[in-house]
């Protein structure tokens, strides 16, 4: 049982990828899936978040407009399309799952900490020329 964040990689300035979050050994339909990002000696950041339902979704204002989230229930997947990469989006990334949604997205914006159902390994992404 586990979830693995993938898709990380060098990019240039104004490029673009794509991290996918995936699921084994459990489905993700009933969670809600929140990105982080962490960059040594600064604080974990909140980027985006999704809800099961896809009817509540979350962006940091660093990535408003430029990334979007969204989700495939039957690959078990939930993407983060990173479009017009920053040299400041250089971070590890990694993604959440939690049954209880109001956790993910009060954590994105900062408003409390809590310990979610499941947490998958970081992924690196480096924006540089």
């Known amino acids: 049982v586990q979830l693995q964040a993938s898709g990380g990689g060098l990019v240039q300035p104004g490029g673009s990828t794509r991290l996918s979050c995936q699921s084994s050994g459990f489905t993700l339909d009933y969670y809600t899936i929140g990105w982080f990002r962490q960059v040594p000696g600064k604080e974990r950041e909140g980027v985006s978040a999704?809800?099961?339902?896809?009817?509540?979704?979350y962006y940091s204002d660093s990535v408003k407009g430029r990334f979007t989230i969204s989700r495939d229930n039957a690959k078990n997947t939930v993407y983060l399309q990173m479009d017009n990469l920053k040299p400041e989006d250089t971070a590890v990334y990694y993604c959440v799952a939690d049954s209880t949604s109001d956790y993910v997205f009060r954590a994105m914006s900062g408003r409390g900490s809590y310990v979610f159902n499941y947490y998958g390994k970081g992924t690196l992404v480096t924006v540089s020329s």
């Open positions: 999704i809800s099961s339902s896809e009817l509540r979704t």
